[in-house]
């Protein structure tokens, strides 16, 4: 797996993460890369299966990282690429598809913030294909919360190193600036796909 180089659009004023954050941020993202290459390469040296328990054993520690450090490539990735952006309205499609599933863009919104305040790892709106609706999910941890299949749309880092350096215990401030600095582009290209 390579780094992939990130690039950042901030609208005028409104960043959601400053550059000390951001450098906390990519230290964590490459330290998930180096993490999941590294169980990767003992995974393939086929460790001790027989030895295998569901109380401990080395292979369920190799493959209980495996999804955390995957998780935590994935998951800031998305959460990279879908801020920066400089409209601060969904299109028609996206508002649609929101009042379908939520009763209206607004109450969406609503919805998701008390989410993200509610979450203690990721908020993530995600498109669940099983029961074809649009989901508002929590996450405790990069894999503790994920609803199998489903697709990731706009992600939210709640971790408090993803907003303590800059608002502090303020969740609230860091939640709003997120809300009015989201890609919609990239949110559009991603509803495209569920479609």
Known sequence: ???VKLEFQYTDDVTVINREQFDVHMRLYEGYINKINEIDKLLMKEPDLEGANSTYSKFRGLKRGETY?????????FYFENI????????????????R???????WK???VATAKASRGW?????????????NISLDAHDVGNVQISIPLIVLDMYEHAYFLQ??????????????????????????SCL
Not at 69 to 77: K, P, R, S, T, Y
Not at 89 to 97: E, G, L, V
Not at 167 to 192: G, T
């Open 69 to 77: 450090a995957l998780d935590g490539v994935i998951l800031h990735e």
């Open 84 to 99: 920066g952006g400089y409209e601060t309205q969904p299109d028609d499609m996206i508002k649609r598809a929101l009042d």
């Open 167 to 192: 608002y502090a215990d303020n969740k609230a401030e860091y939640i709003n600036k997120f809300m009015n600095n989201i890609d919609w582009e990239v949110i559009k290209a991603r509803f495209e």
């Open 101 to 107: 599933d939520f009763g209206s863009y607004d109450k």
């Open 110 to 112: 609503k919805n998701f």
């Open 1 to 3: 797996m390579e780094l």
């Open 123 to 135: 908020a993530i709106l995600c498109f669940d294909p099983r029961s074809n609706r649009y989901r």
